[in-house]
């Protein structure tokens, strides 16, 4: 079973990821995937959202070693996003590599570099 395709930008299609679950613990229904991501922008302590195909957007935190949900990929799940914020941090796991195709790879002398040279690139 691969990823699903068509995810916004800086989004794992088809993707679970364990997780935080911040507040109530409660999932909201959303009916777009925007309104689960400005969610979590809005949300503090909110690190990613995963918005399933029925709607429902669980807003986590501790990416990959929660409690909350599976590493998997998942027929269920429309999209999990990191949270883009300025902070310079977000979307960062530390000591984690998602396995995916590599585009390329350059020198960079900063994580903030180094989201610059991915987000400048559209491959």
Do not use: H, Y
């Not at 969610?39 to 409690?67: D, I, M, N, Q, Y």
Request: hydrophobic letters at 25%; aromatic letters at 4%; proline letters at 4%.
């Amino acid at each position: 079973m691969s990823p699903g395709t068509g995810a916004d930008p800086g989004c794992l299609p088809g993707v679970d990821m364990t997780g935080e679950s911040g507040g109530s613990g409660v999932g909201f229904t959303f009916r777009t995937r925007e309104a689960c991501r400005d969610l979590c922008e809005k949300t503090a302590g909110c690190t990613f959202s995963v918005r399933t195909k029925a709607g429902t957007c669980w807003l986590k935190s501790v990416p990959l070693t929660g409690t909350k949900g599976t590493n998997a990929v998942s027929s269920g799940i429309d999209q999990t996003c990191f949270k883009r914020s300025n902070t310079g941090q977000a979307g960062c796991i530390s000591g984690i590599d998602i396995r995916g195709t590599d585009v390329t790879n350059a020198p960079a002398s900063s994580r903030e570099a180094c989201r610059q040279q991915c987000d400048g690139n559209a491959k």
